[in-house]
């Protein structure tokens, strides 16, 4: 009878530079008081002329952003 040889499962190596996957600003709206915690009137106050796909963290950063910009 033969024996079947099995690999032993590689560890898995984490890189400093993860790669993050970008979302369409449609979905990021969608999901924008769970990710974010913000309404969607400032979501999209965030956003205004912004279209394509950002990563959470690149979204995060713009809302940040804009939240800090003073009232004129």
Do not use: H
């Not at 790669?19 to 008081?33: G, T």
């Amino acid at each position: 009878m033969a024996t079947k040889k099995t690999k032993s499962p590689q560890p898995v190596v984490e890189t400093a530079e993860k790669k993050e996957r970008k979302v369409p600003l449609d979905n990021l709206r969608r999901s924008c008081v769970k990710l974010f915690g913000v309404s969607f009137s400032t979501f999209d106050g965030a956003t205004v002329g912004l279209s394509g796909k950002y990563t959470v963290d690149e979204m995060r950063g713009i809302i940040d952003e804009w939240l800090r910009k003073e009232v004129k």
